[in-house]
């Protein structure tokens, strides 16, 4: 067969146009911006755009009750609160993720507890959960990476069996569907990420939906994000019983959110759509795994991550990146270079300088192999990224640049040409 000769062997590169782009923010952001100036305080509780943001975000979701935050990782530390977290409990989350997935599990001096991960959809694997499970495990964050739901009936599951909260992790997954359910609004707790990289932005920011429903469970949340302020309609109650953090979002937050979250639903049907069609232009393609959506699951892509099956290319995964960046496809070799675990603050064992607490309550060990399958899926990943601003020409480009490599070294005559 003729194999095309590739871009970084000197032949002409694919992709010869900039990748469409566009402006986030506009007229719509400013006009809230103004009127929040305009009510001359800034503060949540005396003003109105925050309060706003929640009511559009949980009718979005259909969630009754939900609390905004200073960050993701804020919303997640947040939630654990809420959830009675604390010294010395476990919870069992995933490997591949945001710091910010872990940061309040340690803030409450809790111990995280990482389980595998399924290979296609890097999604928490149920099974892989279940056996990380011990007397001392009191919640799971799940992380639904990507854009990707997790499985989330089985993990309910045993969650419920075992008596287990559940948060989930939605930083990476606006508008993501499990079996037609809103990730987010599954679990004991929805958390997501308003910082500048998320399908929407307010430079910083968070919020948590309250799933019970119960008021009691609303107001802990709520006071868990506010130094255990429970201020609520005429009554502020500022009595100390525990320690809360002060995590609280600024009105200029929630007005840039109204605008933002208008927009939401057509940035995650564009990613929706350009994850899907680029699954459909490489599924064939023999050496190649796409980002696999489970059926009936929908998926709005935060990027696109495929694996290369160096063995049946006879490349490296490395070589794969390289070349399709000659190509001028964007792209890069893995998500994080190895499991969260393997980070220093892991391996010594030191979330507080000079202390080796709360890893040491119990004889836990992060050691290279605990997560094979999350540790295979980041040697063999290529990270695509997606965007809303990206044009049909990107698509397809895309498409025909991976096609090229993965033929290119695929084929043994091409790679000995
Ligand atoms: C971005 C992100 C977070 C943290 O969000 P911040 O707003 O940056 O604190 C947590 N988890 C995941 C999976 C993320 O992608």
Redesign the pocket.
Known sequence: MQQEKLAIHGGAPVKTTPYGSGKRFGLEEAKELLEALDQNTLFYHQGKKVKQFLRDFGELYGVKYSVAAS??????HVALGAAGVTVGDEVVTGPI?????L?GILYQNAVPVFADLDPNTYGLDPSSIESRITSRTKAIVV???AGNPCDMDPIMDIARRHGLKVIE?C??SYMTRYKGRLVGTIGDYG?F???D??HMSTG???MVLVNSGDEADYQRTHAFADKNYMRFESTVVRDLSYLAPNYRMTELQGAVGIAQLKKLPLVCERRHSYGDRLTAGIADLPGIAPHRVADGNYGTY?FYMLRVDEAALGCTRDQFSEALKGEGVSNGAGYIKQAVYMQPLFQRKTAYPGSHFPFELYDVDYKEGLCPEAEAILRTAIVIPVNEFYTDTDLADTITGIRKVALHFGNKEGREA
């Open positions: 960050s993701g990782t804020a919303a997640i993720t945001d710091q910010g997935t940061i992380v639904h990476l992790d930083a990476q958390c990420s308003t910082n990289f998320k910083d920011g968070g935060w």
